[in-house]
């Protein structure tokens, strides 16, 4: 039976979800579907690509992940099909793929389609051809090699310092850093180290979960996809700060000022 994932930036409050999945169970009923997220932001690419990553790497081989993500915002000649990590990867040639994948897939293959298709005419398109791909494999696609490509951010370091970028913030307004465990450490090397965000706010140790501080205290942990997280025990730590997420978009458009900045960054300080 396979396997279907849908993540997408439209929401649940109307009837477009259902009429996804149903177009799906129309062309094979043993479609096996999963909700991972409906609610992305448009412009952040970077949330889309954390929360898709760390849901894809637990599914099956063989597995499909359907990511609708800004799929307007660009003129749209194709969506793109990718094998990747033995799962394909439907997605928007937007850079999405990249961001997600963490680098260019060697299998692309092209869904063409027409800047006038309506959603559910892209979206009828897209079941089709994961029915053939299922039967016969990402060779029934014309491939592609020239796509649009984006990275995702990574955090920058000096000999005593790292600074990173708030990667997504959760429904209970606790925030991720985009710096993993591994790159943590290295750079630590056994010294002692401060978390400064905002002017003044400082964290000095790393917690085991929620429950290892006092109530309404300040808590950093690396969480279970292995990303740095800072939390308030049954507090909200992005609300209370003002802490927002990083929006790479905005950034490169120019519309970020010093003092948004200044509240999407975390440093770290090593003595």
Not at 183 to 191: S, Y
Not at 225 to 253: D, P, S, T
């Amino acid at each position: 039976m396979p396997i279907l994932t849908l993540t997408t930036d439209i929401g649940q409050r109307d009837f477009l979800v259902g009429a996804i999945k149903g177009q799906f169970l129309s062309l094979d009923p043993s479609w096996i579907i999963a909700d991972i997220s409906h609610y992305l932001s448009q412009t952040n690419y970077p949330q889309a690509a954390y929360t898709c990553s760390n849901a894809f790497k637990y599914y099956p081989t063989g597995s499909f992940h359907f990511v609708i993500v800004n799929l307007f915002g660009a003129p749209l000649h194709h969506l793109l099909v990718a094998r990747y990590n033995d799962q394909y990867i439907i997605c928007p040639d937007n850079g999405l793929l990249t961001m997600i994948a963490g680098e260019k897939p060697r299998e692309i293959g092209a869904i063409k389609v027409d800047r006038r298709h309506t959603l559910l005419e892209l979206t009828q398109l897209v079941a089709e051809a994961a029915c053939g791909i299922h039967k016969k494999g990402l060779g029934m696609l014309e491939p592609i090699q020239e796509i649009e490509e984006k990275y995702p951010l990574r955090p920058t370091s000096g000999p005593d310092w790292m600074e990173g970028q708030i990667l997504f913030i959760d429904n209970f307004e606790n925030v991720v850093i985009n710096i993993t465990r591994q790159e943590f450490e290295e750079q630590r090397n056994g010294r002692a180290f401060k978390i400064v965000f905002k002017r003044n706010e400082i964290i000095e140790t790393i917690s085991d979960n929620y429950n290892s501080v006092s109530e309404s205290e300040k808590l950093a942990w690396f969480n279970s996809a292995g990303y740095l997280e800072i939390a308030l025990r049954n507090g909200n730590m992005a609300g209370l700060f003002g802490l927002q997420g990083y929006n790479e978009q905005m950034q490169q458009a120019g519309t970020s000022t010093d003092n948004k900045w200044f509240y999407q960054t975390v440093r770290i300080f090593f003595e």
